[in-house]
Nanobody, 120 residues
Framework: QVQLVESGGGLVQPGGSLRLSCTAS????????MGWYRQLPGKQRDLVAS???????NYADSVKGRVTISRDNAKNTVYLQMNSLKPEDTAVYYC??????????????WGQGTQVTVSS
């Protein structure tokens, strides 16, 4: 019932910056938390950062100080500003949304993923 469309991935040199965007569309009562996760081949999907509807944020220790998550509730969009990128940030980044389909029915959905490659 909710679709997520991500954009902004690509190739960047070490020390560079990227801004990822993820917009939710579809039928829902409200979107609660939104977040970004990343995954390497054969590895589990790990949280990068998350943000609640009230803009409370949470970051993985590995990205604190380099990454900022924000959201525009009116546009149903979450952003991930990544600075001082390192080769170890290379991964597929997935957007996640936790939403209420109705006032009493929660759901969880993922975007299709966007590749971020940090390399010289």
């Amino acid at each position: 019932q909710v679709q997520l469309v991500e954009s902004g991935g690509g190739l960047v040199q070490p020390g560079g910056s990227l801004r990822l965007s993820c917009t939710a569309s579809g039928i829902f009562y409200t979107i609660e938390a939104m977040g970004w996760y990343r995954q390497l081949p054969g590895k589990q999907r790990d949280l990068v950062a998350s943000i609640t509807k009230g803009h409370t944020t949470n970051y993985a220790d590995s990205v604190k100080g380099r990454v900022t998550i924000s959201r525009d509730n009116a546009k149903n969009t979450v952003y991930l500003q990544m600075n001082s990128l390192k080769p170890e940030d290379t991964a597929v980044y997935y957007c996640n949304a936790q939403y209420l389909l109705t006032k009493f029915s929660s759901r969880d959905t993922w975007g299709q993923g966007t590749q971020v490659t940090v390399s010289s």
